[in-house]
């Protein structure tokens, strides 16, 4: 079974938030959330570098071991989805993961928070695929539709890439001998820990 | 191996916070521009000398250090915030270890109780009454601690509901029960807050600690002696009330306020960084309050006859006030203390040695 993966090839990307506008569009997230953005480190000066983040559905991922009602569950392909009749909207998963992947929808006054909301890998919720009710609240379910994530899919200079980690490994590699530079696959490192140690089945993924 | 270094790595950054947040400040002061111009200038030389190494900007990628990003937002121009993976590991030591003592603490009163019983008084109850608590202060006391009882609960079920009752009960039936406790605990937190002051500001006075009460420190109040012939020196609060307020209402309960705002209203721009903290420090405070509250709640209900009326009821009897608060009674008597307002006649439940 492949293990979904994201990787930016930081040589590749030209800052232009396709991805960013793709996803939002895609899933019609709402204001004031942002699934994906894209950091430039070093902005304006010489070597400075794009990457586009979002959840990077780690291996051992953060949010899900903090959530004080377990409403995380990894899928069969490595992809980490939350159930949000289960979340309360607490903010832990906000507190614990890096990438500042989870969000909150402001719900009410004095920033109360609602359900979380992050990028699903374009893989949608606990609902049966595709329905209304799963559109609703995680967006639109490509995996299930036999297609990659829209930020990826949409990607004009291919510096994005998501699917099978192994594949996108080949890619890169690929990629590196060519340019002869140009290594670092950002994010990796923290997201999936080193290699060799990558499990895709899921961790306890039942749920109610 | 990998969960000692997370341990480790978990203490130094508190105390590394807690020592750091004057540090922090200083460390931000030199970030002026002069050593930007100089790294774009350093940047411009390694691309001509080595074009293929970027190493200088792959060093930022795990500082934490603000970027550029269109997205606009709190910290959306981080990459990677690395402290997140240590609040995660402090959190669970510090509620394991914590939580654990709250139940060791309850099965040690538990066993005080059988071995000591209720102290009871010695002699028999006059049926004159002293006015203990005016209406007012036992407002004070109840709003404080009824709101202080809810958000312990409610903070329980939130930080160990996932290992205890989850399992018993079920994904779904647990989250409408976490919904609940986190809202009754959101919108509680700020209405302890403003109860707690008053408590504070109308109790503060009686509560000064006095010479006296190193004698009940020295004895622990007797509490030791099965048979209750230990006395010890007390005014309108003994020493261990007064340490207690002290402690349990004045600083525990001040930096639960303090940390709880922070973690409630995050629409101030606060970082992460300082949410993990107060997180941290919350839950360590909020822990060894409720210890403390456990004591408190032990002496005021079943391990005191009578401790439970004069809060209820806001009167005591005088052999109750000459047995366990001596010098506030001899005031009382001799008129330095006022003497409050006799009850209205059906104040007292019959049959109660008041």
Same mark, same amino acid.
């Given at each position: 079974?492949?293990?979904?993966?994201?990787?930016?090839?930081?040589?590749?990307?030209?800052?232009?938030?396709?991805?960013?506008?793709?996803?939002?569009?895609?899933?019609?997230?709402?204001?004031?959330?942002?699934?994906?953005?894209?950091?430039?480190?070093?902005?304006?000066?010489?070597?400075?570098?794009?990457?586009?983040?979002?959840?990077?559905?780690?291996?051992?991922?953060?949010?899900?071991?903090?959530?004080?009602?377990?409403?995380?569950?990894?899928?069969?392909?490595?992809?980490?989805?939350?159930?949000?009749?289960?979340?309360?909207?607490?903010?832990?998963?906000?507190?614990?993961?890096?990438?500042?992947?989870p969000?909150?929808?402001?719900?009410?006054?004095?920033?109360?928070?609602?359900?979380?909301?992050?990028?699903?890998?374009?893989?949608? +919720?606990?609902?049966?695929?595709?329905?209304?009710?799963?559109?609703?609240?995680?967006?639109?379910?490509?995996?299930?539709?036999?297609?990659?994530?829209?930020c990826?899919?949409?990607?004009?200079?291919?510096?994005?890439?998501?699917?099978?980690?192994?594949?996108?490994?080949?890619?890169?590699?690929?990629?590196?001998?060519?340019?002869?530079?140009?290594?670092?696959?950002?994010?990796? +490192?923290?997201?999936?820990?080193?290699?060799?140690?990558?499990?895709?089945a899921?961790?306890?993924g039942?749920?109610? | 191996?990998?969960?000692?270094?997370?341990?480790?790595?978990?203490?130094? %950054?508190?105390?590394? @916070?807690? @020592?750091?947040?004057?540090?922090?400040? =200083?460390?931000?002061?030199?970030?002026?521009?002069?050593?930007?111009?100089?790294?774009?200038? =350093?940047?411009?030389?390694? =691309?001509?000398?080595?074009?293929?190494?970027?190493?200088p900007? &792959?060093?930022?990628?795990?500082?934490?250090?603000?970027?550029?990003?269109?997205?606009?937002? /709190?910290?959306?121009?981080?990459?990677?915030?690395? =402290?997140?993976?240590? %609040?995660?590991?402090?959190?669970?030591?510090v509620?394991?270890?914590?939580?654990?003592?709250?139940?060791?603490?309850?099965?040690?009163?538990?066993?005080?109780?059988? &071995? /000591?019983?209720?102290?009871?008084? $010695?002699?028999?109850?006059?049926?004159?009454?002293?006015?203990?608590?005016?209406?007012?202060?036992?407002i004070?006391?109840?709003?404080?601690?009824?709101?202080? !009882?809810?958000?312990?609960?409610?903070?329980?079920? @939130?930080?160990?509901?996932?290992?205890?009752?989850?399992?018993?009960?079920?994904?779904?039936?647990?989250? &409408?029960?976490?919904?609940?406790?986190?809202? !009754? $605990?959101?919108?509680?937190?700020p209405?302890?807050?403003?109860?707690?002051?008053?408590?504070?500001?109308?109790y503060?006075?009686?509560?000064?600690?006095?010479?006296?009460?190193?004698?009940?420190?020295?004895?622990?109040?007797?509490?030791?002696?099965?048979?209750?012939?230990?006395?010890?020196?007390?005014? #309108?609060?003994n020493?261990?009330? #007064?340490?207690?307020? &002290?402690?349990?209402?004045?600083?525990?309960?001040?930096? @639960?306020?303090?940390?709880?705002?922070?973690?409630?209203?995050?629409?101030?721009?606060?970082?992460?960084?300082?949410?993990?903290?107060?997180?941290?420090?919350?839950?360590?405070?909020?822990?060894?309050?409720?210890?403390?509250?456990?004591? $408190?709640?032990?002496?005021?209900t079943?391990?005191?006859?009578?401790?439970?009326?004069?809060?209820?009821?806001g009167?005591?009897?005088?052999?109750?006030?000459?047995?366990? $608060?001596?010098? %506030?009674?001899?005031?009382?008597m001799?008129?330095k203390?006022?003497?409050?307002?006799?009850?209205?006649?059906?104040?007292?439940?019959?049959g109660?040695?008041?």
């Amino acid at each position: 079974m492949a293990r979904m993966k994201f990787l930016c090839d930081a040589e590749r990307c030209i800052e232009c938030n396709g991805c960013v506008t793709a996803c939002k569009q895609e899933h019609d997230i709402p204001w004031g959330v942002n699934r994906r953005r894209v950091v430039t480190i070093n902005d304006g000066v010489p070597g400075e570098r794009s990457i586009s983040v979002a959840c990077m559905h780690c291996s051992d991922a953060p949010c899900m071991a903090v959530c004080p009602v377990d409403c995380f569950y990894k899928t069969e392909e490595g992809v980490v989805l939350h159930d949000k009749d289960l979340c309360i909207g607490c903010g832990y998963c906000f507190y614990a993961c890096p990438f500042g992947a989870p969000q909150f929808p402001q719900a009410g006054a004095f920033g109360v928070r609602g359900k979380m909301d992050k990028c699903t890998f374009c893989a949608g +919720g606990p609902e049966a695929n595709n329905t209304a009710d799963e559109y609703k609240k995680y967006g639109r379910n490509r995996l299930a539709e036999g297609k990659l994530p829209a930020c990826a899919e949409m990607c004009a200079t291919k510096a994005l890439l998501g699917g099978d980690g192994d594949v996108l490994a080949d890619i890169y590699r690929e990629r590196v001998t060519k340019r002869g530079k140009g290594a670092d696959v950002w994010g990796w +490192g923290t997201a999936y820990g080193p290699p060799g140690q990558q499990p895709a089945a899921p961790a306890g993924g039942a749920k109610s | 191996m990998a969960s000692l270094t997370l341990k480790r790595a978990a203490g130094a %950054w508190l105390a590394a @916070l807690v @020592l750091g947040l004057a540090a922090s400040a =200083q460390a931000q002061s030199p970030a002026a521009n002069p050593p930007e111009a100089d790294f774009a200038k =350093q940047q411009q030389a390694q =691309q001509q000398s080595q074009p293929l190494n970027n190493q200088p900007v &792959w060093k930022e990628v795990r500082s934490g250090q603000a970027q550029t990003s269109t997205v606009r937002g /709190r910290e959306t121009n981080v990459l990677i915030q690395s =402290q997140g993976q240590t %609040w995660r590991a402090a959190r669970v030591t510090v509620s394991t270890a914590l939580g654990g003592l709250i139940a060791a603490l309850v099965l040690v009163l538990f066993g005080y109780y059988f &071995w /000591r019983g209720s102290i009871e008084l $010695h002699g028999a109850p006059t049926g004159r009454v002293i006015e203990r608590f005016s209406p007012a202060k036992r407002i004070a006391h109840w709003s404080m601690g009824l709101t202080f !009882v809810a958000l312990g609960v409610t903070g329980l079920i @939130l930080t160990f509901g996932k290992s205890l009752l989850l399992p018993i009960i079920g994904y779904t039936l647990f989250s &409408w029960l976490a919904t609940l406790a986190k809202n !009754v $605990h959101n919108f509680t937190g700020p209405v302890f807050s403003v109860a707690l002051l008053i408590f504070i500001f109308m109790y503060a006075k009686d509560n000064l600690p006095k010479a006296y009460d190193l004698q009940w420190m020295a004895k622990f109040g007797g509490m030791l002696d099965r048979s209750g012939n230990t006395h010890v020196p007390s005014g #309108k609060f003994n020493a261990g009330e #007064k340490g207690l307020f &002290w402690s349990l209402v004045v600083v525990v309960s001040l930096v @639960l306020v303090v940390t709880g705002y922070i973690l409630n209203f995050p629409n101030f721009d606060q970082t992460r960084e300082t949410m993990q903290l107060a997180n941290i420090v919350h839950l360590v405070a909020a822990l060894l309050g409720i210890a403390m509250a456990c004591l $408190h709640i032990y002496m005021g209900t079943v391990g005191m006859k009578g401790a439970l009326d004069a809060m209820r009821y806001g009167y005591v009897d005088e052999t109750w006030a000459k047995e366990h $608060h001596g010098l %506030w009674y001899d005031d009382v008597m001799s008129g330095k203390v006022p003497r409050g307002t006799e009850p209205a006649a059906p104040t007292l439940p019959q049959g109660r040695p008041a």
